[in-house]
C-alpha cells in the first residue's frame, strides 16, 4: 500500500475550510453582501490551492518540496485569514464584545488594554510591536527548524497542527464574533501608539491587513503556542530561548490593541486542546487515507479486469 504523504494532513485541513466556507454561501446566500463574489473567490481560490497541491506532491527534491509545502500552507492562510471578513456576522446581527467587556469590568474592573495603556510609552510600544510582527517570520523559522530536526516528519506535523489551529480560529470567528477594541471602540483610547519602524509596521498591518472581527480565538496567541509545541519536540534549545518572546507575543496583542484578554486566553486553550488531540487527528487523516486509497485500488483493479 503506498505512504501517506506527509503534507496529506495540512492540505486536508486546507480542502475541508474551502469546502466548508462554500456550503456556508451556498446555504445562507442572504448573510452576505455579495454572495456571488464572494463564491466566486473560494471557487478561485480551491482552484489555486488545489494546483498547487498537485504540482508540490511532483517535486522530487524533499528540500525544495518542504520549501514550497511551507511557502503554500502560511500563504493560504495569510490570505484566507482576510476572506473571513466576509463570514464575521453570518450567524450574528450584532458584534458580541459587550459580554466580553462585561465579564472583563466585573473582574478588572476595566478593559486589559485600557489598564495597560498607563503604562504606554514610545518605547515599549516599540519592543510590542516588534514581538508582534516578529509572529511571522516566526511561523516559517519554526518550519525550518521541525524540518532539519526530523525532516518531512517533523514538518509535516508542525503544518497540520498549524493548520487545524488557523481552521478553528476561523470557525471561532463566527461563533462569537468580536469586532475588538479598535474598531468596537478606538474613541476610548487617549494614549496613542506611538513609536519606530516596528510600531509603524504594526499600525500598517492593522490598517491594511486588519478589519473588525477576526478576534476569539486570537490566531496570533494559537500558531504561537502550537510554535512552542513544536520547538519543544525538535530542539529545545530554541524552545527556552523562545518562550519568553511567544509570551512578548500574547502581551503584545492586547497591548497594541488588537485583542482583548479573553481573545487571547482562548487562542492559548484552544492550541493546548489541539495538541492533546493531535494523535486523534492524526488517526482521523490516515484512516481517510486508507480509505481512499483502498478505493482507488479497487477502481484500478476494476478497470483492469472489465479490459481483460
Known sequence: MKKQDKYLPANAVIIALLSLFTVLVLLVPFRFNDPLKTLK???????????????????????????MQTVFVLAFFSVFFGKTSDFQ???????QDNKLLTIEHSILGSETSLILEKITTPVLTEVMMFVYIVYIPLLAIVAFVSYKSKSEDGLGEYLFILSLGYFFC???????????????????????????????LGELLRNEAHFP???LPS???????????????????LYYFFFPVVLMIYISTVYGRYH?????????????????????????????FVFFNSLMNSVTVSGSLSDE
Open 89 to 95: 456576522l453570518i450567524f450574528y446581527n450584532e458584534w
Open 260 to 288: 482583548y484578554i479573553w481573545d487571547g486566553i482562548v487562542g492559548i486553550l484552544l492550541a493546548i486542546l489541539l495538541i492533546k488531540l493531535l494523535p486523534a487527528f492524526k488517526k482521523i487523516t490516515e484512516n481517510i
Open 41 to 67: 473567490d473560494l471557487i478561485i481560490t480551491g482552484i489555486i490551492s488545489i494546483t498547487a497541491v498537485i504540482l508540490i506532491s511532483r517535486i522530487n527534491s524533499k528540500p525544495f518540496r518542504a520549501l
Open 213 to 215: 472581527g477576526g478576534s
Open 219 to 237: 490566531p496570533h496567541c494559537t500558531a504561537s503556542t502550537i510554535m512552542l509545541f513544536a520547538l519543544n519536540k525538535v530542539n529545545r534549545k
Open 170 to 200: 476561523f470557525i471561532g470567528f463566527m461563533l462569537f464574533p468580536v469586532a475588538s477594541q479598535t474598531y468596537f471602540n478606538p474613541a476610548q483610547y487617549s494614549v496613542s501608539l506611538k513609536g519606530g519602524i516596528f510600531a509603524y
